[in-house]
T-cell receptor
Framework: DAGVTQSPTHLIKTRGQHVTLRCSPI?????VSWYQQVLGQGPQFIFQ???????GRGNFPDRFSARQFPNYSSELNVNALLLGDSALYLC??????????FGSGTRLTVV | GQQLNQSPQSMFIQEGEDVSMNCTSS?????WLWYKQDPGEGPVLLIA?????ELTSNGRLTAQFGITRKDSFLNISASIPSDVGIYFC????????????FGQGTTLQVKP
């Protein structure tokens, strides 16, 4: 069975640009959560979506947005990129509140 | 806000030694999770704990959910070189939001 799939794996963007990151959850999982992991720190919660509805939001600015599609895949969008947005962006899928499984992440570098 | 204090920050041990790391919080959590992360990869779930006092093993790994619901520990017995990596604890205290709070991680190095 395929695990959590994230794309792209690496990305380089310029300050001020926007970026879209994608995540496909494990088959049967209806919940997708997004996390930002800055080098040397633990992941920080950004969003959770369940059945296409936002169920939780972390302490991130409105430049960050996300959505979930009918097939439960998800996109994370970040507008007006800042240097400080450089990080590993992780997607986790779960069966509601059990079994959080992470993808390998998207490494975003803002220059 | 909720925070997890994970210790130690790093460990350098000899192959075959046992390892212990723990997490504490000022807040109550309903779930404690332990993950291992290798460079360039996402965290991999090692053990999930869902009930206060629960003691769970996964091979050489053993973890416990503290009775106060504010702490958890992870033990690794007879360490091997492939145990090298960063170990994170994570707590889920907000039901229905999927918000995991992570510790700062424990970096484990094993000398053959």
């Amino acid at each position: 069975d395929a695990g959590v799939t994230q794309s792209p794996t690496h990305l380089i963007k310029t300050r001020g640009q926007h970026v879209t990151l994608r995540c496909s959850p494990i088959s049967g999982h209806k919940s997708v959560s997004w996390y930002q992991q800055v080098l040397g720190q633990g992941p920080q919660f950004i969003f959770q979506y369940y059945e296409k509805e936002e169920r939780g939001r972390g302490n991130f600015p409105d430049r960050f947005s996300a959505r979930q599609f009918p097939n439960y895949s998800s996109e994370l969008n970040v507008n007006a990129l800042l240097l400080g947005d450089s990080a590993l962006y992780l997607c986790a899928s779960s069966f509601w509140d059990r079994g959080y499984t992470f993808g390998s992440g998207t490494r975003l570098t803002v220059v | 806000g909720q925070q997890l204090n994970q210790s130690p920050q790093s460990m350098f041990i000899q192959e075959g030694e046992d390892v212990s790391m723990n997490c504490t919080s000022s807040s109550i959590f309903n779930t404690w999770l332990w993950y291992k992360q290798d460079p360039g990869e996402g965290p991999v779930l090692l053990i999930a704990l869902y009930k206060a006092g629960e003691l769970t093993s996964n091979g050489r790994l053993t973890a416990q959910f503290g009775i106060t619901r504010k702490d958890s520990f992870l033990n690794i017995s007879a360490s091997i070189p492939s145990d090298v990596g960063i170990y994170f604890c994570a707590g889920d205290g907000s039901s229905n939001t999927g918000k995991l709070i992570f510790g700062q991680g424990t970096t484990l190095q094993v000398k053959p």
